[in-house]
């Protein structure tokens, strides 16, 4: 059993569903803008997933790990590759307008699933360091429970507060609509270049999406 100073595991499955949203999304973008099937996509994440699963319940967290990265890093080429197809084909006039306002669409809240994913791999050691702590009071990302007053944190049942998926989805969301963190400050270099490289992919998402909507009307 769990011991009750120690808080429980975070659950995966919110990383899985996320992995496989991005891979259904890539099936969104029409053929003529992506650089690699759909199936193909979907054949890499589902043998990936499938090892990460497998290592995460045998125990051995460096495979885990290791997968996890190699996942992670085919479906940010992936979208990636898109998105360059994309800006590259755009002046060409070659593509129905709903075609790019779908590619587009799908690219932008791929983005958002994409890093937050690496957000909640990477933050504080990753998922399998976090869960080993009592609670959490380090990592690139400053979130607002992790200010708050020890006695306060107690009456609201926070004191062992340690954050999950949705916590870097919120993140990673806001970065995608405001270009900012908002409410988590950034503490580490990597994880801000990483919320650099994700602010420029929205802003040059929505930038297309704004022109060809300006050239529909």
């Known amino acids: ?3 009750s100073n120690t808080p429980s595991p975070h659950p995966r499955w919110p990383a899985v569903i996320a992995a496989a949203a991005i891979t ?3 099936y969104a973008v029409p053929g003529q803008l992506t650089v690699v099937p759909g199936w193909i996509l979907a054949v890499v994440t589902g043998c990936l997933l499938a090892l990460i699963v497998l290592f995460h319940r045998a125990g051995n967290e460096q495979l885990n790990e290791v997968f996890s990265y190699l996942m992670l890093s085919a479906i940010a080429l992936v ?3 898109s998105l360059a197809v994309l800006i590259y084909r755009l002046p060409l006039h070659k593509d129905a307008p709903v075609d790019l306002l779908r590619a587009a669409s799908a690219l932008w ?3 958002i699933l994409v890093f937050a994913s690496w957000y909640w791999r990477l933050d504080g050691g990753g998922p399998n360091v976090r869960d080993k702590r009592v609670v959490h009071v380090d990592g690139a990302f400053l979130f607002p429970q992790m200010t708050m007053d020890p006695d306060l944190k107690k009456t609201m049942g926070e004191d062992l507060w340690s954050p999950g998926f949705v916590d870097y989805l919120f993140l990673a969301f806001n970065t995608s609509t405001a270009f900012s963190p908002t409410d988590v400050p950034v503490l580490t270099r990597w994880a801000k270049i990483l919320m650099m490289i994700q602010s420029l992919i929205s802003l040059t ?5 704004a022109a060809r909507a300006v050239n529909i009307l």
């Open 1 to 3: 059993m769990t011991p």
């Open 24 to 26: 259904l999304l890539h």
């Open 79 to 81: 979208m990636v590759s």
């Open 109 to 111: 809240v791929g983005n």
């Open 205 to 209: 998402t929505l930038a297309l999406l």
